[in-house]
């Protein structure tokens, strides 16, 4: 059965929100976010004395009347930026569990949600295989996501993706200009790490947004189990075993989850990343009014 968060009430409680970005990125002219260069709006920033070639159009003639000295008038300049939004696809995200492919798509769907709120330009990309297929194109105001939002709870969640790849791989991706947003499990062999530093040094800023069900922290099984990998088609792959389940197997396991998640946060401090894991029993509205407003990139 399918579960979804996606509905009018659930879209009316992120008006207050905005998405906040780091001053220095270029975007492009007519949007809303404030940046440390100088521009063309209507909010005063600070003075400077005229050079030879400057406006003059812009000197503050009572300036020149107290001091005798040509003086520019600089405004602060606002920006539309581009957002990408990678969302993980795999079976691992919610074949098995529509609540956590759910939670997953309300997520990717919130933060476009304040892409579009901001005059932001934003693009879905579903991350299956080796590519990320974008269907929707680049999309500009509200009427275009909410088209869009209605066809991506259409997604099917199966077979595997490679996060490097798809994201390396994405022509759209510019530079210094925006967002990119991956949401995954990052239950993964793919080089993960390898997409972000790609980001990195396409001057993008990044954030990691980890979705895991409780039963994924942790797992309540103990003795004899069939496990079956979520993301393999066939049943003779050697990742599905029949195994017993012990304490110390468990307790193994918990230190493994512990050992990547400090990794995962090791490696995002290291390149300036915001990183947030959340469990799929924490209400949606926490997760979004409380962790991401906790790292910054909300406000």
């Not at 100088?38 to 050079?51: A, I, K, L, M």
């Not at 798809?166 to 993960?192: A, E, H, K, M, R």
Request: glycine content about 6%; some cysteine; charged content about 25%.
């Amino acid at each position: 059965m399918k579960v979804s968060y996606l509905n009018d009430r659930f879209f009316s409680r992120l008006e207050t929100l905005s998405l906040n970005l780091k001053a220095n990125l270029r975007g492009y002219f007519g949007g809303k976010h404030l940046v440390s260069t100088y521009g063309q709006t209507v909010e005063f920033s600070d003075y400077r004395e005229y050079q030879l070639g400057d406006d003059i159009r812009r000197i503050d003639w009572n300036l020149f009347s107290r001091f005798e000295k040509y003086f520019l008038k600089l405004f602060t300049d606002e920006r539309q930026m581009q957002i990408q939004i990678f969302l993980d696809c795999s079976g691992s995200m919610g074949k098995d569990n529509p609540a956590k492919s759910a939670y997953a798509m309300a997520t990717a769907a919130a933060l476009g949600f304040l892409s579009v709120h901001n005059m932001d330009k934003v693009t879905f990309n579903i991350m299956k295989g080796e590519r990320a297929e974008n269907p929707f194109g680049t999309i500009v105001g509200k009427t275009a996501f909410y088209r869009s939002v209605s066809a991506l709870s259409d997604v099917e969640f199966e077979g595997s993706s490679d996060i490097a790849s798809c994201v390396t791989n994405c022509p759209d991706t510019s530079t210094g200009n925006g967002l990119t947003i991956i949401i995954s499990d990052f239950f993964t062999d793919s080089d993960w790490k390898k997409a972000v530093d790609y980001l990195c040094y396409k001057k993008r800023q990044v954030l990691l947004v980890q979705i895991m069900t409780p039963d994924e922290a942790e797992p309540p099984y103990e003795g004899r189990y069939t496990l079956i990998d979520a993301e393999s088609e066939d049943v003779s792959d050697t990742k599905n075993m029949r195994i017993r389940i012990t304490k110390n197997m468990q307790k193994a396991y918990a230190q493994a989850l512990g050992d990547y998640e400090r990794d995962i946060k090791e490696f995002c401090v290291k390149r300036n990343v915001d990183f947030v894991s959340v469990k799929t029993d924490v209400e949606i509205e926490k997760m979004l009014f409380g962790q991401l407003l906790k790292v910054g990139i909300m406000g």
